[in-house]
């Protein structure tokens, strides 16, 4: 019997089978909610029903409450209502687990009395990723039955555990047969009916709390354990109070204080930024003009030209998704360096345990190495990570144009150059793309899928299924200088060498931009990365002080020194001989040194950077704002919990940001003269995210 237009109730074998079907992930929007808490009611009702299964058709059980209605005015019932008449239903009541339980899903699967999954099902409670708690019971249920030290840890990572280690926590009762789920919860349903097995409450079982109680600096350890983790970010504390609450008060007033809790955060706006992540990352994979009728290539081989830093890299991501790369080098002995930092990174992967070793032999064996660019010739997709250097780009290209079987898509990963100039080495440009990895090319999740000009569609299709293939978030963007990250981090760039000539030390630049919440400060990254990186000591000629430092043999950590002093155990502090090479150079620029404060610091580089981020959007090199914030909060460490530079932005207010640029520009110059596009929207009342 239809229940609504999402869910059904049918009898089958005395068992009550409530079926939910809201594509695409089940979420507990409001119809959601009505069908079910109707379908309870008419089940309890029904006297021929003894039992009663919660299940979910299509991809999942429910994925969690309904992201898009948060901040909207509730529709009765809310989630808890729900829950709280299936705990207090009269007869039993077992969820039925597919897909992934997810959040109030999982939070609803633990109101129900026995709770049932098939093997390849994932269990989770990911609100921390939303910048929320979980505030459907989950705070207070997961610790009374996994244990306090256990369900703190999947909180604040909001890991998915699966059906496996469901059983073994003991937040499963029983694991279906895969393909079985429906047949054997109704059988499971049956048999407690038959049983007369009780009604399991997870709020009255206590014993786990009592083995915390035993452990009186749990909450303590957990917070120092994890205060790198946790900076900056506020639910994975929230959460942790929540679970102290399971110890200290009765399950209902622990329930009171996590409602408390999760509206604290609700209000923050780092969950608003969080969720502004969570879609933007979907809304990226959807380029405005790519429909679902544009064909996808088959991409069965890949060859990868050049196995330098980024080459191997790359070639890895191919060998982990099962598929085989044929690796080009110029000499042997590049070859060989290359494999063995792939098989280096591989077993020590492996020594971690997050891998097997024979794993490692079955990706190695996927790598051809070659030193004959025809080598490529059966490969549906070359990518090039050859030198920065367009003659040598372009040569390589007018050899793959020769040697890559028509239809090939010819990709480049380079980080600046013109990428239609490296196309029109070729007779196809429209087969041209870039795939602009970031280093290290097999962990950073970016990929920038730069298509130019004449780019075909179904090459740019392709380029985005084949990120979801290797697990990147593939965000599509204009050929045009560094693309969206790179041209953004050279505004960085160009006002953090700018503030350290006038008077802020690399330390100042570096503590804001990291109590800013970025992972470290930009004269720290230069020093990692290498100062050497893009050097040229043939034509160095002393222009800027990152010239001179590199000049005196300063290339950053590896050399000892950069910007900063370094130990032998690469622990960094201010140096001396740096902060001298840049006061000669304010002389000789004849810049006077200031005090500089950290507001301005902070100021100069985010306005610059946003205002680079309008002119990108209005240029059309990024198609919407958030794409942006994708590229700076996966690629460039820009801190999640403030949604990357343009929701940074729309926070402050578009008027605001326009205002404040006019300032910065009366005192600075033109790199913060205002894009049109800023002016615009503030004229007509829009934010970034309307542009
Ligand atoms: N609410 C609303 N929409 C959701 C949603 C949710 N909880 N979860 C996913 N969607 C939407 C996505 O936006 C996407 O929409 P689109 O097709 O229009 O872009 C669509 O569902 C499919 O999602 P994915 O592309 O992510 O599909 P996958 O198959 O790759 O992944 C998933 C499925 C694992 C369920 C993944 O979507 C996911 O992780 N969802 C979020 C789960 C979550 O965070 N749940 C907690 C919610 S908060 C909560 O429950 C609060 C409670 O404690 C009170
Ligand atoms: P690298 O110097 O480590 O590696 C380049 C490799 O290419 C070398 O091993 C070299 O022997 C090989 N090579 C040169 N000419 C060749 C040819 N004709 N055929 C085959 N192999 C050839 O350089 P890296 O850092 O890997 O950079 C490669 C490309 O990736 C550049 O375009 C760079 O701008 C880009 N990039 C680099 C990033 C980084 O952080 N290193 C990040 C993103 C992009």
Redesign the pocket.
């Known amino acids: 019997m239809q229940v609504n237009d999402v869910t059904k109730l049918e009898i089958e074998g005395g068992i009550g089978v409530i079926t939910v079907n809201s594509p695409?992930?089940n979420?507990?929007?409001a119809p959601v909610r009505q069908g079910v808490a109707s379908a309870l009611e008419q089940a309890l009702a029904n006297e021929a029903v003894k039992a009663i299964v919660l299940i979910c058709e299509g991809?999942?059980f429910f994925?969690?409450?309904?992201?898009?209605?948060?901040g909207k005015p509730v529709i009765e019932p809310s989630?808890r209502d729900m829950q709280a008449m299936i705990e207090a239903a009269s007869k039993p009541v077992v969820a039925a687990i597919h897909?992934?339980a997810?959040?109030?899903?999982l939070?609803t699967a633990l109101v129900c009395h026995y709770r049932m999954a098939v093997p390849s099902a994932r269990l989770g409670?990911?609100?921390v990723?939303?910048g929320?708690?979980?505030?459907?019971g989950?705070t207070q249920r997961l610790p009374r039955v996994v244990g306090v030290e256990k369900a703190l840890e999947l909180m604040t990572s909001?890991r998915q555990i699966n059906a496996k280690e469901g059983l073994a926590t003991g937040l499963l009762d029983e694991l279906a047969d895969e393909g079985a789920l429906r047949k054997d919860a109704v059988a499971f349903a049956q048999r407690i009916a038959a049983e007369g097995k009780p009604l399991v409450k997870v709020r009255d079982r206590s014993e786990k709390l009592d083995e915390a109680r035993a452990n009186s600096s749990v909450f303590a350890d957990f917070r120092k354990a994890n205060a790198r983790k946790f900076r900056g970010f506020k639910a994975p504390e929230n959460i942790i109070r929540s679970v102290e609450n399971t110890l200290s008060l009765p399950f209902d007033e622990g329930m009171v204080q996590e409602r408390a809790l999760?509206n604290e955060l609700m209000a923050d706006s780092q969950s608003a930024a969080l969720r502004h992540v969570?879609?933007a990352e979907?809304?990226a994979?959807?380029v405005p003009d790519i429909g679902k009728d544009v064909d996808i290539l088959p991409i069965e081989k890949v060859a990868v030209i050049g196995a330098g830093t980024m080459g191997g890299g790359i070639a890895m991501n191919f060998a982990n998704a099962g598929i085989p790369v044929v690796l080009v080098e110029t000499t042997q002995e590049a070859l060989e360096r290359g494999l063995k930092v792939i098989r280096k990174n591989y077993e020590t992967t492996a020594s971690k345990g997050k891998m097997k070793l024979e794993d490692v032999e079955r990706r190695m064996a996927l790598l051809q190495p070659s030193l004959t660019m025809a080598d490529v010739a059966d490969a549906d997709l070359v990518i090039e990570a050859v030198f920065e250097n367009l003659d040598v780009k372009r040569e390589v290209f007018a050899k793959l144009d020769a040697v890559a079987k028509p239809g090939a898509i010819l990709a480049t990963n380079t980080s600046y150059l013109d990428i239609d100039d490296i196309a029109a080495a070729t007779a196809c440009p429209e087969s041209v793309i870039g795939l602009h990895f970031f280093s290290p090319a097999n962990v950073m999740k970016l990929l920038e899928i730069v298509r130019t000009k004449d780019t075909a569609k179904p090459i740019v299709a392709t380029a985005g299924k084949l990120a979801k293939t290797i697990g990147k978030i593939g965000v599509t963007v204009g050929n045009g200088f560094g693309f969206v990250g790179n041209r953004i981090l050279a505004a960085r760039n160009a006002q953090s060498d700018q503030l350290v000539l006038e008077g802020a030390t690399p330390e100042q630049v570096d503590k804001a931009l990291y109590d800013f919440g970025f992972p470290m400060g930009h004269f720290q990254m230069r020093d990692l990365v290498g100062l050497d990186v893009g050097w040229n000591r043939e034509t160095t000629s002393s222009a800027n002080v990152r010239e001179i430092l590199n000049e005196m043999g300063r290339h950053g950590q590896k050399t000892g020194g950069g910007y900063y002093d370094y130990d032998e155990k690469r622990r960094h502090t201010p140096s001396p001989v740096a902060l001298k090479v840049i006061e000669d150079f304010a002389a000789k620029q004849g810049i006077a040194r200031r005090e500089i404060g950290e507001q301005e610091i902070l100021d100069r580089i985010l306005y610059a950077m946003v205002n680079e981020g309008a002119k990108i959007l209005e240029e059309g090199i990024a198609a919407r704002a958030s794409d942006i914030d994708i590229v700076w909060v996966t690629g460039y460490g820009f801190p999640k919990y403030r949604g990357g530079p343009m929701f940074w932005a729309d926070l402050q207010g578009v008027p605001q940001v326009l205002q404040k640029l006019k300032t910065l520009e009366q005192a600075h110059g033109d790199a913060f003269t205002p894009s049109p596009l800023i002016e615009r929207l503030a004229a007509e009342g829009k934010s970034f995210g309307e542009a």
């Open positions: 695409p992930v979420a507990f929007s991809r999942t994925a969690g409450a309904d992201i898009s209605e948060f989630l897909g992934t997810l959040g109030g899903g939070e409670l990911p609100e990723n939303l929320l708690l979980p505030g459907a989950g909001g999760f969570f879609f979907r809304t994979a959807k």
